[in-house]
């Protein structure tokens, strides 16, 4: 082989790793973005995670309970029977009146 041939090999073998290594560095920018792309991702997700355990936490402690429910529901039975006590006392005075009345008519 020629010195000439030889040098020709040389460079074709060069241009060729050249070629290759710039396919390399492409693909590893490539790589370097979307690594940093997940990591913005990981992070803001971490974030959002961290509100929502906050989130939870806040519901637990003011979530009311089934008895609290139940405790609600007979305080509004007993107003609702209370009033409908209030209208019964009312509905036999107002009998009582009307009785009065109809006494006083007669005379």
């Known amino acids: 082989m020629k010195e000439r041939e030889r040098i020709s090999n040389l460079e ?5 790793n050249l070629i290759r290594l710039d396919r390399l560095e492409a693909g590893q920018t490539v790589i370097h ?3 940093t792309d997940l990591n913005k991702i990981v992070f803001k997700n971490s974030t959002d995670i961290e509100v929502l355990k906050q989130d ?3 519901l637990k402690e003011n979530m009311a309970t089934k008895q609290m429910f139940a405790s609600m529901l007979e305080a509004m039975v007993d107003g609702f029977d209370r009033t409908d006590r209030q ?6 005075e107002m009998v009582l009146l009307r009785q009065d009345v109809n006494v006083l008519k007669a005379r």
């Open 56 to 58: 939870v936490a806040y």
């Open 33 to 35: 973005r979307s690594v």
């Open 12 to 16: 074709e073998l060069m241009a060729e």
């Open 87 to 92: 209208f019964s006392k009312m509905h036999d």
